[in-house]
């Protein structure tokens, strides 16, 4: 959980819609944000976890 205390609450909102399976122009609808933003955030949550594939961001998000 601390790993998680690093994300701003925009990147945990589109952290909990990546774990859900949603796609990024479904996040950007979601959040009312532009895909390029939704891309940036989930960027800046892979470097802030440490991790290089979605599939690893998955992994530590449901651990």
Not at 33 to 45: L, M
Request: glycine fraction near 4%; proline fraction near 0%; aromatic fraction near 0%.
């Amino acid at each position: 959980q601390s790993l998680l205390s690093k994300l701003t609450g925009r990147e945990r909102q589109v952290l909990e819609r990546i774990v859900a399976g949603r796609l990024n122009k479904q996040i950007a609808d979601d959040l009312s944000i532009s895909i390029k933003t939704v891309e940036a955030h989930r960027a800046n949550i892979m470097e802030k976890l440490n991790v290089n594939t979605v599939a690893d961001l998955l992994r530590l998000a449901l651990s």
